[in-house]
């Protein structure tokens, strides 16, 4: 997820009771998830599809051509990381089922020189 978290040495709040109590979720949201490769782990992507949308498999070019688009399924999302390049996501592992959504990313606190709030930066065409 760089440049928006690092790698190691961060200390980041996630909100698990409001994703609980209202699991809206929005294109744009850093969400917490159970890895789907390796079940146990967790990881934090960005959401760019929800159920319904057409995305572009791979906007990079680096696994799929730019051309290529799908359908995200009821039940899933599509994620990404924000270093598209590097990172291992939806266009690796495909559609996410909404049940390996844990928490909604909310701060980091450590550094402090690094201390936000996480907003979600997204606008988008209907």
């Known amino acids: ?70 359908v995200v399924p009821k039940g899933h999302v599509w994620v990404i990381g924000d270093n598209a390049t590097l990172s291992r996501d939806s266009r690796v592992y495909g559609p996410v089922p909404i049940s390996l959504i844990q928490a909604r990313l909310f701060a980091r606190i450590w550094p402090l020189s690094k201390a936000t709030v996480f907003r979600n930066p997204t606008t988008f065409l209907d």
């Open 1 to 70: 997820m760089l440049p928006t978290l690092g790698v190691e040495g961060e200390i980041v709040i996630e909100n698990r009771l409001s994703y609980w109590l209202n699991p809206e979720i929005a294109r744009g949201d850093l969400m917490v998830i159970e890895s789907p490769l390796n079940p146990g782990d967790v990881i934090c992507k960005r959401i760019l599809g929800l159920p319904g949308d057409i995305v572009c498999v791979d906007p990079t070019g680096v696994y799929a051509p730019s051309t290529e688009h799908v």
